[in-house]
């Protein structure tokens, strides 16, 4: 900021000096000590006088620029307030409605995302309970089926013995078809 300060300070000074060397010039042998200290101070005050517009004009800029860095560092609520009634006012203007709209799209955009959030966090909810009342269908299966595997173990192994109680019973009755005499044999069967 002190460039453009610098570029407003020195053309006044230069103008400043170039009126007082025309002045010296114009007259200089006609000239008095009073005529020197009146350019001496025409001086100081052109210095003065360009160095105070410098600063005026500059001062507004330096506060834009300071509030656009804050501005660009993500610092939303960074605003202007120019006492000024000129361009540097209306500039400053804008530059709060852009960083109120900055602001307000920001508030939006976290407010949707908690908005989706939330929405995915539902949906993800629903998945779950889907999920786990699936795996207790699954659980549930898994017991009957075992149930019922364990059940036909147990009929087979039933099966199994009675077929081995079978064929000893058929066995004992061969076995008694031999012993019985012949005549007991018509009676038995």
Excluded: C, H, W
Excluded at 58 to 75: I, T, W, Y
Excluded at 105 to 133: C, H, M, P
Excluded at 146 to 170: A, D, H, Y
């Amino acid at each position: 900021m002190a460039k453009f300060a610098t570029k407003v300070i020195i053309p006044i000074i230069l103008v400043g000096v170039f009126a007082i060397v025309v002045f010296v010039a114009m007259g200089s042998q006609r000239l008095g000590i009073e005529f020197y200290i009146i350019i001496f101070f025409f001086a100081v005050y052109v210095f003065f006088f360009g160095l105070s517009v410098g600063k005026n004009l500059s001062s507004p800029m330096k506060k834009l620029l300071d509030r656009a860095v804050e501005l660009s560092k993500g610092n939303l609520s960074s605003r202007v307030y120019l006492e000024t009634k000129d361009e540097f006012s209306e500039l400053a203007n804008t530059f709060n409605k852009i960083a109120e709209e900055l602001e307000a799209s920001q508030v939006q955009q976290a407010d949707a995302e908690k908005s989706v959030g939330i929405k995915v966090k539902a949906r993800t909810q629903e998945l779950e309970e889907t999920i786990n009342a699936l795996e207790q269908k699954v659980k549930n299966r898994t017991i009957e089926l075992e149930r019922l595997v364990e059940e036909s173990r147990r009929l087979q192994e039933s099966v199994k013995n009675k077929g081995v109680e079978t064929e000893q019973f058929r066995q004992e009755l061969e076995s008694l078809k031999r012993r019985a005499p012949k005549s007991d044999k018509s009676k038995v069967i």
